[in-house]
């Protein structure tokens, strides 16, 4: 029996959990398919988190999460970041994005159309790339580092 009440996933190592995804059962449409996948996160200690997500029209969406003992608000936001990759794997919906300098740059156009068009350019980058808010906060941090972006505050 686990004696924490949360799990404290930002607390936890990689290589301590088992991330497991299969498809639970699929809906043909007339314009495409709505999917629903089972994601699994197992820690050695028995502590465990179930998802259930849905895939449409190149979204990844989270319906049903339950852990034992419970998630935070904080390791809510972490969940992500665990189970992005072999969700997406599973899922094909990654939609192909350059990694290194190219990668940076267009991170960097996509926060300045948002801002153009005055939206969210934060979310305009989480919905381009596919990633989580924190990882396309690293993104957009990295395009101000290679200089594609303004610095956020200026120096004194």
């Known amino acids: 029996m686990l004696a924490e009440s949360f799990i404290h996933l930002s607390g936890r190592n990689r290589p301590d959990g088992v991330v497991s995804v299969w498809p639970a059962w699929e809906v043909q449409e007339h314009d495409g ?7 699994q996160l197992i820690f050695p200690d028995g502590a465990r988190v179930d998802v259930l997500a849905v ?3 190149g979204h990844v969406l989270l319906e049903e999460v339950r852990a034992q003992p419970s998630l935070s608000l904080d390791d809510l936001t972490v969940l992500a970041d665990w189970i992005e990759g072999p969700l997406f794997e599973a899922c094909g919906a990654r939609s192909a994005w350059p990694h290194g300098v190219e990668g940076r740059r267009r991170v960097a156009e996509e926060y300045r159309a948002a801002q153009e068009q005055g939206i969210d350019p934060v979310l305009a ?4 790339t596919g990633h989580s808010r ?3 906060l690293k ?17 004194r």
């Open 33 to 39: 398919a709505t999917a629903w996948y089972n994601a």
């Open 134 to 136: 924190r990882r396309s």
């Open 55 to 57: 895939v449409s029209e």
């Open 139 to 155: 993104l957009i941090a990295g395009a101000r580092d290679e200089g594609f972006l303004t610095p956020r505050h200026a120096r």
């Open 125 to 128: 980058v989480m919905r381009a």
